[in-house]
């Protein structure tokens, strides 16, 4: 595909932060503009019939705003394409829907997205296309639920909500050995702390929403893999079914990432804290933190991962209603969906994000709170749990 303006290819020795600012975010050429113009723009006129102008025809094909955030997503997940859509699920569809055909078998992880399971089971089912689930941190498991129509292997590491943790160079190389497609959701842990190309995985995909747009206030997905052949299929369905990301929101979601490595690194630190005053408090049953040593994927996590992240979830001794009371008492902490946003979230699984999974084997137990900690002052996340803890045995 071709660009409007010229724009310098990424060093690809330069380190991540640089990479973050700079990766297909070349000034634009007429005027020095060092951002790149929102190219809000739905068409592109032609010199002749067929006269295209630095390949530009329509914008559900190409848009230079849009092929900034791919060239730039596509440099820091290390693959050489990437791809950008309305939403993560529509960049889920578009991964499945690209690659899979009716007759062949889909093999996910007991703990993802709600929404990632429901599309699986939901639509693309409808399709001819076989799902099951299995715990894919255990990759004996894996290896004996791989059946002879399995074609793809779909995991979160860490997962959502209960932050297991898979060894995807384990369960890559598995994937390469059986001839199968390995997609990796890196939504939780984002560019900034893993690569799961780098460990020999054929696809990433993004909530773009989360830790890359960062602000709670962009849609967006986002897929990155170093395949030319996948990178097609996929990049088809993207033109021909049309769930493309808006120039506004491609902006918006760059805009986010110039700031990632600071942020993951400032959510990782509070995060930490946070555990810190959770791990031990009487009302707490368990935490789910990949840095904590006793976490069963804690050597994983320290080997593929560069941080621990923001993202912690905890089970409350006093069950169900417990959970809720938690949730309903914080106040930094505010209660609504998503994650990986500047603010500090809660969630509470079992009656919001995973609602639609209740049921199934992904049912989220009704006593687990997941918290998505923000970059506010450390101090105030912690006397925020606390105080919430605290009125819950009041
Ligand atoms: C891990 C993960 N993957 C994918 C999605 C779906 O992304 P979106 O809501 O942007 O469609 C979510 C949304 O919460 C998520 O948490």
């Known amino acids: 595909m071709m660009h409007a303006q010229v724009r310098r290819p990424p060093a690809t020795a ?115 296309v076989g799902l099951s689930t299995v715990e894919m941190s255990d990759v004996d498991a894996v290896r004996a639920a791989i059946r002879p129509e399995t074609r793809m292997l779909w995991l979160e590491t860490p997962s959502n909500p209960l932050m297991k943790i898979t060894d995807i160079a384990a369960v890559a190389e598995l994937g390469r050995d059986r001839d199968l497609v390995v997609v990796v959701d890196n939504t939780f842990a984002s560019p900034a702390l893993q690569t799961p190309l780098a460990l020999g995985a054929d696809v990433v995909v993004h909530s773009a929403t989360k830790y890359l747009g960062g602000h709670s ?25 049309g769930a493309v990301s808006a120039p506004w929101e491609a902006f918006l979601t760059i805009r986010g990432i110039k700031t990632l490595a600071l942020r993951m690194e400032r959510h990782s630190d509070n995060a930490e804290a946070v555990v810190r005053a959770l791990v031990d408090h009487p009302a707490v049953e368990r935490v789910y933190y990949p840095g904590l040593p006793d976490h069963p994927g804690h050597a994983v996590a320290s080997r593929q991962m560069r ?29 609504a969906e998503s994650l990986g946003g500047v603010e500090s979230l809660v969630n509470y699984p079992a009656e919001m994000t995973h609602a639609s999974v ?26 925020d749990v606390l105080q919430a803890l605290e009125r819950l045995s009041a």
């Open 307 to 335: 941080r621990f992240g923001g993202m912690v979830s905890l089970a409350l001794r006093g069950g169900a209603a417990a959970a809720r009371g938690f949730a309903e008492a914080t106040s930094v902490f505010q209660l």
């Open 358 to 383: 209740r049921g199934t084997e992904l049912e989220v137990p009704d006593d687990v709170i997941r918290l998505s900690v923000g970059i506010e002052d450390e101090a105030d996340l912690v006397a």
């Open 14 to 128: 330069a380190g991540f932060a640089t990479r973050a600012i700079h990766a297909g975010q070349a000034f634009e050429p007429t005027t020095g503009a060092v951002i790149p113009p929102v190219y809000q723009t739905s068409t592109f006129v032609q010199e002749h019939v067929g006269g295209l102008r630095g390949g530009y025809e329509y914008a559900r094909g190409t848009n230079p705003t849009r092929d900034a955030l791919q060239e730039l997503i596509a440099s820091l997940e290390g693959g050489r394409h990437g791809l950008s859509f309305a939403s993560g699920l529509a960049a889920e569809d578009a991964v499945l829907r690209g690659l899979l055909a009716p007759g062949q078998h889909l093999l996910m992880a007991n703990d993802v997205y709600g929404g990632t399971h429901r599309l699986a089971d939901r639509i693309l089912a409808r399709w001819g």
């Open 217 to 241: 206030d962009v849609l967006g997905g986002l897929v990155a893999t170093g395949d030319d052949e996948i990178a097609e299929q996929v990049g088809f369905l993207q033109f021909a079914a």
